[in-house]
């Protein structure tokens, strides 16, 4: 264990004449920040008076650059950026590499603000149920921004470990590329240019989510001559994500038929709970279209096991939300010989993928597998909003228009709908230049597409993303999944920085 004081150093060498001690003014560290600067990644200050270096943390292990925390002294003054993902999942991998990519091209292309930039990212994966997958992000996040000293934190994943790293983190920029849930927004006060919010995310909320599956289950039904679908369940984990899915459909319904159909919900802590919810909607026939959401995908491989091996759901429909978009359902479908036809009645919803030449740029540096990743390129986008971010409080920390109080939130909210400048996500120093001016507003497109948020539109201050969702259902091949009449993609990413 290495523990030094930062302004004081004692030199003695025994064994040679021609060393000599030296020794100055002993100076007593204040914050991590001090020994980061100091000494490099991986130091904390301890008993404020000296700092000390951490040992290694296995869960810890992408790093960019790959020496990071064991040569820190080569490392001073790196801007760090920590990842949660859990880097045993495919998908969630694919979404790490995507950040390091990100940050990768930054590092190259000088910084931000002449400053070099790192990424320490940790895997969350573990044993237990979504809830100890929650309490494992939120202490892998302390972690990071506490002893680690990241300026902003890209991840975790699910709704519910968002939201419990936000409830258990301090001021750290948490931007998620893939936490959908409604009830994020009331974790924190309404936002304004003075009051910045800290909790972000690159993709869109799950109340657009939940009316695209009104609409999908409602327009099929009309058109087979049913006007009202008798009964409709909701199977669903509980937590933040499947409770807020399956609060927007019910409440949709009922917005929508004085006479809404049955809305039947079931809710499960655990995946076993999901045999026996089987069990029973395969006793209620009157259920013609059943819903499935959870943010992790081997729930979702159970329940596509159940019903695909029991005739009674040959004829229902089933709907899966965004998290099953993921090439490993499709992997699971193949090795459990689940057959083709079961597909046949299987829809579900995603984030509209980005349809520009960034997107393609990315998939085919992340490598063409990462076309089923789901969210891999909103993985990319929030590793570089986050460097912005991070980058409009650096430009504005000495200067006195108070942008530096408000910290990176405050450059969040530069990207806004209808912007007075259009540009794209890449390597360049353009969007860096915008941000020198703490009244400029960037409306910007990234690889997964639309990166403006909608704060302020129409008087109502929110700091959600202005995208949408779209429909989807397996290939011929049963290889990836295709867009149902997909929504039109954003203008084409060209890089160049408009006037308005």
Known sequence: MKRWSILSLLVFCAFSTSCSLIKVDFEPCEEVSDCTAAFGPGFVCVDRMFCEQLEPDSRCTTLFPTDLLSNPENHRGRVLFGAIFDTTDTTQSTRMDAVKLAITEADIAGGLDGRPVGLIGCSNNGPGDGAQTDLRSAELARLLERELDVAALIGPSSSGSVELTFNQTDDILIISPSATSPRLVGLEPEPSDELA??????????SQQGLLIVDDIVDRRQREGVLVPEEVAIVHQEGAYGDGIASVVRAEFQRRFEDAPAVVTFAFQAREQIDSIVVSLGRTPQVQELIFASSDIDDTRRFMELIALNDEFDERSIFFTDSAANGGLLEAAEMLGIRDSFFDNVRGTRPSSGGTPLYESVITALGEESRNALFATHSYDAAWLAMYATAYRLIHED?????????????????????VRE??????????????????????????????????????????????????????????????????????????????
Not at 197 to 206: I, N, V
């Open 197 to 206: 919010g800290r909790l972000w995310r690159t993709t869109a909320a799950d």
């Open 399 to 419: 200067d006195d228009t108070g942008e530096e109080a408000c910290g990176a939130g405050c450059g969040m909210r530069r990207f806004r709908t209808l912007g």
């Open 423 to 500: 540009t794209c996500i890449d390597a360049s120093s353009a969007i860096q230049e915008a941000l020198m001016d703490p009244n400029a507003t960037i409306d910007i497109q990234g690889a997964s597409g639309s990166l403006s948020y909608r704060t302020g539109a129409g008087g109502v201050e929110e700091e959600e993303l202005d995208a949408d969702f779209e429909l989807w259902q397996v290939n011929d091949d049963r290889t990836g999944f295709v867009a149902i009449e997909p929504s039109a993609a954003p203008s084409a990413c060209t890089g160049t920085v408009d006037s308005r």
